[in-house]
Nanobody, 123 residues
Framework: VQLQASGGGLVLAGGSLKLSCAASGRAFWIYNMGWFRQAPGKEREFVAA????????YYAESVKGRFTISRDNAKNTVDLQMNSLKPEDTAVYYC?????????????????WGQGTLVTVSS
């Protein structure tokens, strides 16, 4: 499956952005989907994940209550709605797909990655 992330940009602290990830290729619905981010000089970290049915979601503690992950299997998309953004949310955001269950926060478990989209939050 090929993944294309979009929606990044520059936003003031407290603002909102919505990232989208479009999938093409093999049946999208079989994949569990995740969002990760990597800030300059830091390791890539888990942000959020959603299982193939969309029925269960997972979030990093740092974004819980502010970010919402969702998916539309008919449109082959997964979104990340980001509210109340903070300067520490600044990073390149990546969407990723994995066919296996569990270990949703482990980036090594993901099989496919998008190219990343930059989110910059200014104070």
């Amino acid at each position: 499956v090929q993944l294309q992330a979009s929606g990044g940009g520059l936003v003031l602290a407290g603002g909102s952005l919505k990232l989208s990830c479009a999938a093409s290729g093999r049946a999208f619905w079989i994949y569990n989907m995740g969002w990760f981010r990597q800030a300059p000089g830091k390791e890539r970290e888990f942000v959020a994940a959603i299982v193939r049915s969309g029925g269960t979601t997972y979030y990093a503690e740092s974004v819980k209550g502010r970010f919402t992950i969702s998916r539309d299997n008919a449109k082959n998309t997964v979104d990340l709605q980001m509210n109340s953004l903070k300067p520490e949310d600044t990073a390149v955001y990546y969407c990723a797909a994995k066919s296996s269950p569990y270990y949703y926060s482990n980036d090594r478990r993901y099989d496919y990655w998008g190219q990343g989209t930059l989110v910059t939050v200014s104070s």
